[in-house]
């Protein structure tokens, strides 16, 4: 794994509370990615069927979990399995959540949990245009789900059972990235935010904040100059490592691996260790704009 730069490595074991590291806010407001090679989620027996992609039902890209119910989408087969498999990503939902307020104890009473989700399928001829293109370098952000400053923790571990390892490319500083794009990048057009809401095109109105996000992610994936020759490091993830970001923040590319979990947490800007870290602010500072207006 590249430990330097970007990564920092931690030797973390167990995703219980007696785990030595604590306290990284820091760290990961700063926008490095927390990898731990040595925190493997272990499956119970015979969760190892769940690792192949026929349990995802062929229209999304991965099995979730939608809280607060937990209810299962995306997958596909026989009653009984689905309870099993719902069982083992919730599993993970706890633990991951139970990990990062230990990692983040700022965050306690503040970090919601999103998505939980698990990717059996490979990233290789997974994209259906450019712009859902992961394997490109980006932020996430999404045009139907503005998040109007609230901040995307993700949590990920590898699971995969024959060594294969998830292989991201990271690249460079949020303030970097938006200052290489901002100077290009139009305003919104007048009333449009009130119109893709009006539409339900977007699920909350599409803030100043959410427009620069949403340009900034899509000009890096068209931008194959960007992608080719822009600072960039290569990481692998071996099975059984976790890693923690955020990535609306870390500039990131899935370049290949299958069997993977993820879980999103959402945290409110204000509710940072350093809400002058946040991409909000940032961007705030560089257009000289308030920008959740
Ligand atoms: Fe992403």
Redesign the pocket.
Known sequence: MGGDGIVHEYPDTTWADDGPTRGVEAVVESGHVLAFPHLAFGLEHGEERFLDPRWADGKAKNVSLRWPAGELRGAAGAPADLVALQGMIARYADRSEAFALRLFPHYRGKLRRGNSSFRPTGIAGRARSWRQD?TRL?I?AFPSNPMQGTRLLRVFCNVNPRGEPRRWRVGESFEAHAARYLGSIAPPWPGSAWLLAALGITKRRRTGYDHLMLQLHDRAKADLEFQRSSPQQRVDFAPGTTWVCF?DQVL?A?MGGQHMMEQTFYLDAGDLADPSSAPLAVLERLTGQPLLA
Do not use: E, L
Request: glycine letters at 0%; aromatic letters at 0%.
């Open positions: 992961d980006h996430d990535s990131h899935a």
